[in-house]
């Protein structure tokens, strides 16, 4: 069975609710008017038996009622709806005086009479024929002191008829009522679903080919906004991320394409024809380099990936970045001292992070400085600390860089003189991953470079809690 439309279940839940809430409000007034009739009933009793009251307190006893009703009946008369009857005490099986055709059966009222001597007494009945009553009932004194039970009833026949009225025309009007909130309802969730249209439309003509494409948030709900927002900048991040992996695929097959050619190259010239042992063995020997060069390239590409990836998170660690780079110093000794390159390091300082990815980014600085590096000058490692950071500075002496590379040396396969980095077995991914190193330890890779000049790169590693790195690693250690 195919689930029913979003619009379908938001649509039949507000006509739910608005026609159990169009009932609720009907019942409610149907129950307000019956008492608030009834209410207007026995306030109307309770007026008339004042002046019944007054009349009978003239009165010298029941035999003065029976000869001389005039002003109780003048009371009454007129009042079609009004029945009184007036008992001795002596006789409660027929009245003194009785005004009009109400109930036959008073005895209930009249023991609530009896009771009743100062104040009024109600009481609910119906009849034969099926009209109800409201009787008020009270033992009233005459002027010779004796007490009689006054009975004065109001017909509800009226109210009966109002209340019969509203009923049919609540009846009639409910379910005309229930199809213009249903109509309405299915109104407003089309109206308020109609945004969701956006949706579906950018999401049936996106593509990994074309990720260009947002959803406008122009007069859109606030939470639709918001989603929207999200959406637009998860396309985003999807746009950036193909293209950077487009770039990728592109420079990688282009950076593997030479050293491939070259090994086919050299292969197909070798057999060619016959050569000499000494011939095989040089273009063996030319091939192990080309085949070193592809493993560099591949090994770093597997390190770039490991990571740029979430899963690289590792635990961190206290890192004494003084000795850090006096370990990585002492690696490069022999290559420095080889074209007479002094390497200093001063400062300290600590953070927190992986100790072989600081290593391996350090080193990677080192390397371009000592490749870069004129013979006889000297390469500086500096450790600064600063109060929301702690920065590592590896600065040499040389030709420098121009302003237009500077932007782009940490981007992959990028090189400033390609044809001397290749002589030199450069495979372009060096700045690439210190970039994405400084990225998993939340800090920042940078250059500063004047042309014929020193080249300084940085590194920057943030302190979250606003102390000194150092501060922040006794903290932690103790």
């Known amino acids: 069975m195919k689930p029913a439309s979003?619009?379908?279940?938001?649509?039949?839940?507000?006509?739910?609710?608005?026609?159990?809430?169009?009932?609720?409000l009907a019942a409610l007034a149907f129950f307000a008017l019956t008492h608030e009739l009834e209410k207007l009933a026995k306030r109307s009793l309770d007026k008339k038996f004042e002046q019944v009251e007054h009349s009978l307190s003239l009165y010298k006893d029941t035999a003065d009622i029976n000869s001389n009703p005039h002003s109780l009946l003048d009371q009454v008369m007129g009042h079609d709806n009004l029945n009184l009857a007036i008992y001795d005490l002596a006789n409660l099986r027929s009245p003194v005086l009785k005004v009009g055709a109400g109930l036959s059966d008073l005895r209930i009222e009249l023991k609530a009479a009896v009771a009743a001597v100062d104040k009024i007494s109600y009481s609910t009945n119906s009849d034969g024929e099926g009209r109800h009553f409201i009787t008020a009932s009270k033992l009233i004194r005459l002027k010779d002191g004796t007490s009689v039970p006054v009975l004065l009833s109001i017909d509800c026949a009226n109210d009966e008829a109002l209340l019969s009225t509203y009923l049919r025309s609540?009846?009639?009007a409910l379910p005309l009522?229930?199809?213009?909130?249903?109509?309405?309802?299915?109104?407003?969730v089309q109206r308020g679903l109609a945004p969701l249209r956006e949706f579906r439309k950018v999401a049936a003509i996106v593509s990994a080919q074309d990720l260009s494409h947002r959803l406008s948030v122009v007069k859109m709900p606030q939470e639709l906004s918001e989603l929207a927002h999200g959406v637009n900048f998860m396309l985003h991040r999807l746009d950036s991320g193909i293209q950077q992996l487009s770039q990728f695929s592109d420079d990688l097959a282009h950076e593997l394409r030479s050293p491939i050619t070259n090994l086919m190259g050299k292969a197909q010239v070798t057999l060619s024809r016959d050569r000499s042992a000494e011939e095989y063995k040089s273009v063996l020997e030319s091939c192990t380099e080309e085949l070193e060069r592809v493993t560099r390239i591949v090994s770093d590409m597997l390190f770039l990936a490991q990571v740029s990836h979430p899963a690289a998170l590792v635990p961190f660690e206290i890192i004494n970045l003084e000795d850090e780079a006096l370990k990585v110093v002492d690696l490069f000794l022999f290559s420095a001292e080889e074209k007479r390159i002094s390497l200093s390091v001063t400062g300290s300082g600590y953070t927190i992070g992986d100790r072989l990815m600081i290593q391996r980014?350090?080193?990677?600085?080192?390397?371009?400085?000592?490749?870069?590096?004129?013979?006889?000058?000297?390469?500086?490692?500096v450790i600064k600390c600063q109060a929301n950071q702690v920065s590592l500075l590896v600065g040499n002496p040389g030709a420098g860089i121009e302003p237009q590379h500077l932007s782009h040396l940490f981007e992959r396969f990028y090189r400033v003189d390609t044809s001397h980095t290749r002589a030199e077995g450069s495979?372009?991914?060096?700045?690439?991953?210190?970039?994405?190193?400084?990225?998993?330890?939340?800090?920042?890779?940078?250059?500063?470079?004047?042309?014929?000049?020193m080249t300084v790169f940085s590194l920057s590693f943030p302190n979250?809690?606003?102390?000194?790195?150092?501060q922040q690693a006794r903290k932690a250690q103790g």
């Open 427 to 453: 495979t372009g991914l060096g700045l690439a991953i210190v970039r994405s190193i400084m990225s998993l330890h939340q800090g920042k890779a940078e250059v500063e470079s004047l042309p014929g000049s």
């Open 177 to 188: 009522l229930l199809i213009l909130i249903g109509m309405s309802a299915w109104a407003v």
């Open 6 to 24: 979003l619009s379908m279940r938001l649509g039949l839940t507000v006509s739910i609710l608005g026609a159990l809430l169009v009932v609720f």
């Open 361 to 381: 980014a350090i080193s990677n600085l080192l390397s371009n400085a000592i490749r870069h590096c004129p013979a006889g000058q000297s390469i500086s490692v």
């Open 464 to 470: 979250l809690d606003g102390q000194p790195p150092w």
């Open 170 to 172: 609540t009846i009639i």
